[in-house]
């Protein structure tokens, strides 16, 4: 069974960094287009970054410009998201999402991790 795995999400402090990481189950992931998307209590899931499969294209969403990095290692099926300058605003539950019908820009997710769970204190 095909399956994103996510992890890396914990309580950090106002200003900290966090790396998430998305472990895909099968090599196949490495054609597709992936990205993140982050849901808060109360609100609509929101897109945060997406990463062609070369890495060569990411497109960021603005509140995390600037802030976030996304980037992957196709070798380790694996991609990440580092994240700088955190805000309690940032606080939300990240899922990351692979697209297998485009390999440019994450358009309509196909496939979705189980989330993980970022908390940032002020």
């Known amino acids: 069974q095909v399956q994103l795995v996510e992890s890396g999400g914990r309580l950090v402090r106002a200003g900290d960094s966090l790396r998430l990481s998305c472990a895909a189950s099968e090599p196949t992931f490495d054609a597709y287009a992936m990205g993140w998307f982050r849901q808060a209590p109360g609100k609509d899931r929101e897109f945060v970054a997406s990463i062609s499969w070369d890495g060569d294209h990411t497109i960021y969403a603005d509140s995390a410009k600037g802030r976030f990095s996304i980037s992957r290692d196709n070798a380790k099926h694996t991609m990440y998201l580092q994240m700088n300058s955190l805000k309690p605003a940032d606080s939300a539950t990240y899922y990351c999402?692979?697209?297998?019908?485009?390999?440019?820009?994450?358009?309509?997710?196909?496939?979705w991790g189980q989330g993980t769970q970022v908390t940032v204190s002020s």
């Open positions: 999402a692979a697209d297998r019908q485009s390999g440019v820009v994450v358009s309509i997710p196909d496939y």
